[in-house]
């Protein structure tokens, strides 16, 4: 496998639910791509016992993203930093505070002599000031780009990111711009002992199915319907969290 490409930056304002889960306000295109590196700080803890190992932690535990644009515009500057914005002239105050987003990615790589899209999204991001250096125009032309540093963190439910590889690279994009073009739902039911619900939206994604607060994940979707694998007793309180596509509503 060889990483060939770097496009499509994404990012979307996050609302983060009651339940851990994340709804974003749409994909917006902050410029080209030239650059993304990220970085993980991993928990590091051991615990020996009769003179071994007898348990370890490398969960996540925070991280770093840095993005190179093609172009600092102001207007995304404003929304990712928390800034005014008004007639082309960005405010900075002191007061402001930068939104959590979400941040995602195409990286173009090269299997087996298939091209691939692979898809690294980042469920919420919190971008910095970034600092600036300029310098006069010298004998030789030096193409210089704006970069934007940001701390990566984890949703209330332990989600921080998510990936995955497609063929087609429209597919990836709109596979990227439907998870922060989507809206979170809730909803509960009362079962009347058979094994299928009728959800409000078709899912993009369903976070966790309970019934009578046990969680439960023998079940299939097809659109809007969600199907047990054996049928919750008669009177069960049932519970679903998903998210669904905006735009679809």
Same mark, same amino acid.
Not at 34 to 51: F, G, K, P, Q
Not at 80 to 100: C, F, K, M, V, W
């Given at each position: 496998?060889?990483?060939?490409?770097?496009?499509?930056?994404?990012?979307?304002?996050?609302?983060?639910? #009651?339940?851990?889960?994340?709804?974003?306000?749409?994909?917006?295109?902050?410029?080209?791509?030239?650059?993304?590196?990220?970085?993980?700080?991993?928990?590091?803890?051991?615990?020996?016992?009769?003179?071994?190992?007898?348990?370890?932690?490398?969960?996540?535990?925070?991280?770093?993203?840095?993005?190179?644009?093609?172009?600092?515009?102001?207007?995304?500057?404003?929304?990712?930093?928390?800034?005014?914005?008004?007639?082309?002239?960005?405010?900075?105050?002191?007061?402001?505070?930068?939104?959590?987003?979400?941040?995602?990615?195409?990286?173009?790589?090269?299997?087996n002599g298939v091209k691939k899209y692979k898809?690294?999204?980042?469920?919420?991001?919190?971008?910095?000031?970034?600092?600036e250096e300029n310098q006069t125009k010298g004998?030789?032309?030096?193409?210089?780009?704006?970069?934007?540093?940001?701390?990566?963190?984890?949703?209330?439910?332990?989600?921080?990111?998510?990936?995955?590889?497609?063929?087609?690279?429209?597919?990836?994009?709109?596979?990227?711009?439907?998870?922060?073009?989507?809206?979170?739902?809730?909803?509960?039911?009362?079962?009347?002992?058979?094994?299928?619900?009728?959800?409000?939206?078709? #899912?993009?994604?369903?976070?966790?199915?309970?019934?009578?607060?046990?969680?439960?994940?023998?079940?299939?979707?097809?659109?809007?319907?969600?199907?047990?694998?054996?049928?919750?007793?008669?009177?069960?309180?049932?519970?679903?969290?998903?998210?669904?596509?905006?735009?679809?509503?």
């Amino acid at each position: 496998m060889a990483k060939i490409g770097l496009n499509n930056f994404r990012y979307g304002l996050l609302t983060e639910n #009651p339940d851990g889960t994340a709804s974003y306000a749409g994909a917006h295109k902050p410029a080209k791509a030239v650059s993304c590196s990220v970085s993980i700080t991993s928990n590091s803890a051991t615990l020996y016992a009769d003179d071994v190992l007898a348990e370890s932690d490398t969960s996540f535990q925070s991280g770093t993203v840095t993005i190179g644009l093609d172009d600092d515009d102001l207007a995304v500057q404003a929304t990712l930093l928390g800034h005014a914005y008004e007639d082309g002239e960005i405010i900075r105050n002191s007061n402001d505070t930068a939104p959590y987003v979400g941040f995602g990615r195409i990286v173009s790589k090269m299997v087996n002599g298939v091209k691939k899209y692979k898809v690294e999204f980042l469920h919420k991001v919190k971008f910095s000031e970034p600092s600036e250096e300029n310098q006069t125009k010298g004998e030789s032309m030096e193409f210089s780009t704006g970069t934007l540093e940001g701390v990566v963190h984890q949703l209330e439910n332990g989600d921080w990111s998510k990936a995955k590889t497609f063929t087609d690279k429209a597919a990836a994009i709109a596979y990227l711009e439907a998870l922060l073009d989507s809206a979170t739902a809730v909803e509960t039911f009362t079962s009347d002992g058979s094994t299928s619900i009728t959800l409000a939206h078709a #899912p993009l994604e369903v976070n966790s199915v309970l019934v009578n607060g046990v969680k439960n994940t023998a079940y299939t979707v097809s659109g809007t319907k969600l199907t047990f694998t054996s049928a919750p007793a008669s009177g069960a309180a049932i519970y679903v969290s998903y998210s669904y596509e905006v735009s679809s509503t």
